[in-house]
């Protein structure tokens, strides 16, 4: 069982940043695929940001320029870091991560990114 535990999030302001972080835990030999998948209030959760163990990386058309994914493959970690955010950007967001093999899904608790001034 692979057990996804997200760090960082929070409130900040319109046109700052943010970072968030994701560890996978569990009998794991590599990342596979992990990312960040994000849902608003009242919306379906969607895709933000996808990386393999092989350094393949996918983004939403709506993120592209402004969020930056990347992976710590020895630490099973990846990274979000989220550049000129606005509110559309407020959501809870989700770490991901898909086993090759089987496709099995596993999800993180999330965690909320608030853009307010």
């Known amino acids: 069982q692979v057990r996804l535990v997200e760090s960082g999030g929070g409130s900040v302001q319109p046109g700052g940043s943010q970072s968030l972080s994701c560890v996978a835990y569990?009998?794991?030999?590599?990342?596979?695929?992990m990312g960040w998948y994000r849902q608003a209030p009242g919306k379906q959760r969607e895709l933000v940001a996808t990386?393999?163990?092989?350094?393949?990386?996918n983004y939403a058309d709506y993120v592209k320029g402004r969020f930056t994914i990347s992976a710590d493959i020895a630490k099973f970690t990846v990274y979000l870091q989220m550049n000129s955010l606005s509110a559309e950007d407020t959501a809870v967001y989700y770490c991901?991560?898909?086993?090759?093999?089987?496709?099995?899904?596993?999800w993180g608790q999330g965690t909320q990114v608030t853009v307010s001034s």
């Open positions: 991901y991560r898909r086993r090759m093999w089987d496709g099995a899904v596993s």
């Open positions: 569990g009998s794991i030999s590599s990342i596979d695929i």
């Open positions: 990386i393999t163990n092989s350094g393949s990386i």
